[in-house]
Nanobody, 123 residues
């Protein structure tokens, strides 16, 4: 069992930066692939980024590639999402996720989800 708690969301102007953090409970954190999804009002929940259990592989949605960076610290049971050059279209609730198997980009590959943190980017 893994419990996830996101923090770091807020309101920022376009072009600005935010850093989201996710704290995970459980002794097996390092065995999970971790990731972030987001959901904007009226839209489907979509993949943002993921990182393999050891941190050696990362995956990004095309819409955030080059602007967002995912990282993890297995000693602290945390995963972070550094978001730079934010755009109004990045406005969404961001969810931290954990999973062990499956394709990194799909929702069904993740067994555990956090409650989400709101990110709002003003133009």
């Amino acid at each position: 069992q893994v419990q996830l708690a996101e923090s770091g969301g807020g309101l920022v102007q376009a072009g600005g930066s935010l850093r989201l953090s996710c704290a995970a409970s459980g002794r097996t954190f390092s065995s999970y692939r971790m990731g972030w999804f987001r959901q904007a009002p009226g839209k489907e929940r979509e993949f943002v980024a993921a990182i393999s259990w050891g941190g050696g592989s990362t995956y990004y949605a095309d819409s955030v590639k080059g602007r967002f960076t995912i990282s993890r610290d297995n000693a602290k049971n945390t995963v972070a999402l550094q978001m730079n050059s934010l755009k109004p279209e990045d406005t969404a609730i961001y969810y931290c996720v954990a999973g062990r198997v499956g394709y990194p980009y799909t929702r069904s590959s993740y067994d555990y989800w956090g409650q989400g943190t709101q990110v709002t980017v003003s133009s």
